[in-house]
């Protein structure tokens, strides 16, 4: 089985999370769903109660398949802010394993600690004129290596079918999203 860490916070957003928590989970990934606040359950942008299945300390240490990240604000804010995510994100690049983001957390979180050095990356419109590299920026999911970003909240189903794809081949992403009627 493969494994995914999704970290959540405080203003999170919402869809974005949970479309990627969701269809990892259909596509049979072991997702664990981390909480970057000191507490399990956060509030996510719109008012949502997400309810995590660890802290992110308890997260250290451990190696995962994936690390994919939700966007929205401040939850963005909380992820770049939270060290022991900053050391499982810089140590998933170097062992050159998947890392993912979506929406403010690729300028946010990833550009941030230096995660997009050399890479194409897109992000959220509103973050745009921040991105250094914005040579991919207008498409909706960008795969350079083994980071994969995508734009936002209508985005998250194309992106978390093509986190299924790496993860777990083009086949079961396709299964997975016929179930779902995903183009």
């Known amino acids: 089985m493969k494994h995914v860490l ?7 957003e919402e869809l974005e999370a949970v479309c990627i928590i969701d269809i990892l989970r259909r596509a049979g990934a072991g997702v664990t769903v981390a909480s970057v ?5 956060v509030t996510a942008s719109r008012g949502v109660k997400l309810v995590a299945d660890a802290l992110i300390t308890d997260c250290v ?4 398949d994936l690390i994919a990240l939700p966007g929205g ?3 963005a804010v909380h992820l770049r802010d939270a ?3 900053t050391e499982l994100l810089v140590a998933q690049a170097a062992a050159g394993r998947l890392y993912a983001a979506i929406c403010a957390a690729p300028v946010v979180v990833l ?4 995660l997009l050095e050399g890479r194409r990356a897109t992000c959220h419109p509103g973050f745009e004129k921040d991105l250094r590299n914005p040579e991919a920026v207008q498409q909706r999911v960008v795969v350079d290596a083994n980071c994969i970003t995508s734009r936002g909240p209508g985005t ?15 086949e079961r992403a396709q299964e997975v999203g016929a179930g779902m009627l995903a183009p």
């Not at 999704?6 to 999170?12: L, N």
């Not at 606040?37 to 359950?41: A, D, F, K, P, W």
């Not at 998250?156 to 083009?170: I, K, Q, S």
């Open 6 to 12: 999704v970290p959540i916070a405080d203003g999170t």
């Open 37 to 41: 606040m000191e507490r399990l359950q």
């Open 61 to 64: 240490g451990q190696s995962y």
């Open 73 to 75: 604000m401040p939850g």
């Open 83 to 85: 060290a022991p995510l």
């Open 111 to 114: 550009q941030h600690h230096g």
């Open 156 to 170: 998250a189903v194309e992106f978390a079918l093509r986190l299924v794809a790496l993860l777990l081949g083009e």
